[in-house]
């Protein structure tokens, strides 16, 4: 049986028939269909070498979804099976989450303490090759699955520096890269600070469970809160959604708008918060992308925090993957995502309250940490 499933929220199964019934009544299809056939019976009586009707499909449909968008694609066993070890907490390989802005490979962001962002690789830095090979037309799913390998493997990628002609060659040796979701501190007296470098299935808990324990050292309730969603890439929406509510006292959160209802669906926060804190200041920068848009769109809207730092990567649409016969798959965009001001997330991103160029995130307080704890103070 052919299985649909949310990639980008959770893996829900979707009705086939759901999908297929708009498109078989469109006349254009069948001709479509017919035209389909001919070449495919053309190339296996005439072509030089004997060609399987399997490879000539698969290739078909790849083609089919390389024409869509950067996020459609066809998809191998290998490639489906990626997908899911992606929000499990930890995988072999760089460390990288990538997309194709402009029709180039571009790095999203490196993943925390990954070998990427220890390398030197930086959000917005645009993939020339792989191992030798030009990446010019290579779309996400080849692209990741050329740069992940064994752990101990190296692979050699150059890379243009966003806004410039320069290029930088790095030798990364694969490892395994362990998703480190939250990291808490408090910063001053009454004031805790919680990165949030991914979403991955238990993230929300271990906000939660880190902002309690803020609570516990500081002796008392926390006065303020400074929340880091710089170079979070992105990762499980249903994360987000939950981190949301935690923050919110009912409202709308997300309106996710496809062409039908079912790829259509408004999120709204339940009735109380489990994190009651008002004075809230949100920092992103560029590689905030994806899930952790719609945190800080969903915060930023409510008015339930500030945003401090500079407009994010703008990553806001729905994948939905699809299983086919033979553990293959395609992953199809389904919808986009409004902020519930209703501002397009995609290839715009979320603007910033206060606008803060980043410096160093390693200092103990760089430009935008320090402008974000000077917002809460005074709000």
């Known amino acids: 049986m052919t299985k649909f499933r949310f990639f980008f929220i959770v893996y829900a199964l979707i009705p086939a028939s759901l999908f297929s019934t708009p498109l078989l009544a469109k006349e254009d299809t069948y001709r479509g269909l017919s035209d389909f056939a001919k070449a495919l019976n053309l190339i296996e009586k005439n072509y030089v070498e004997e060609v399987s ?3 000539l499909t698969r290739s078909a449909i790849k083609g089919m979804f390389d024409s869509l968008d950067p996020y459609s694609v066809y998809l191998s066993s290998e490639s489906l099976r990626s997908l899911e070890i992606g929000t499990m907490g930890e995988f072999e390989g760089i460390g990288v989450e990538i997309t194709v802005r402009d029709g180039f490979l571009t790095i999203i962001s490196p993943i925390e ?14 993939i020339v090759s792989i191992d030798g090979e030009n990446a010019e037309k290579t779309n996400i799913v080849d692209a990741l699955d050329r740069i992940r390998g064994r752990e101990g493997t190296t692979v050699d990628i150059v890379v243009r520096r966003d806004g410039t002609e320069q290029t930088h060659n790095f030798t990364i040796t694969r490892r395994i890269v362990k998703l480190r979701s939250v990291e808490s501190r408090l910063i001053e007296k009454d004031i805790g600070y919680i990165k949030l470098s991914q ?29 880091d969603l710089r170079n979070n890439p992105g990762g499980l929406l249903e994360q987000a959604l939950a981190l949301s509510d935690m923050f919110m006292d009912k409202g709308l959160i997300l309106n996710v708008k496809g062409r039908s209802e079912l790829t259509s669906k408004e999120y709204f926060a339940r009735e109380g918060m489990e994190i009651p804190i008002n004075d809230v200041a949100v920092i992103v920068n560029r590689g905030s992308a994806s899930a952790s848009e719609v945190l800080a769109g969903a915060l930023k809207d409510s008015g339930r925090a500030k945003i401090v730092g500079t407009r994010t990567f703008g990553k806001g649409s729905v994948q939905s993957v699809i299983e086919l016969s033979g ?9 986009r995502l409004f902020t519930p001001k209703g501002i397009l997330i995609d290839d715009k991103g979320i603007e910033p309250d206060i606008f803060v160029e980043g410096g160093d995130e390693d200092a103990p307080l760089d430009p935008q940490l320090a402008r974000a704890l000077e917002t809460v103070k005074h709000m």
Do not use: C
């Open 113 to 126: 303490g990954s070998p990427a962002q220890e390398a030197g690789v930086k959000s917005g830095d645009v």
């Open 199 to 227: 979403f991955h299935r238990d993230s929300a808990d271990e906000f939660l469970s880190s902002y309690r324990g803020l609570e516990k050292e500081n002796g008392a309730k926390l006065g303020g809160l400074v929340l």
């Open 327 to 335: 553990e293959t798959g395609v992953k199809i965009t389904t919808a």
């Open 53 to 55: 009707s399997e490879q």
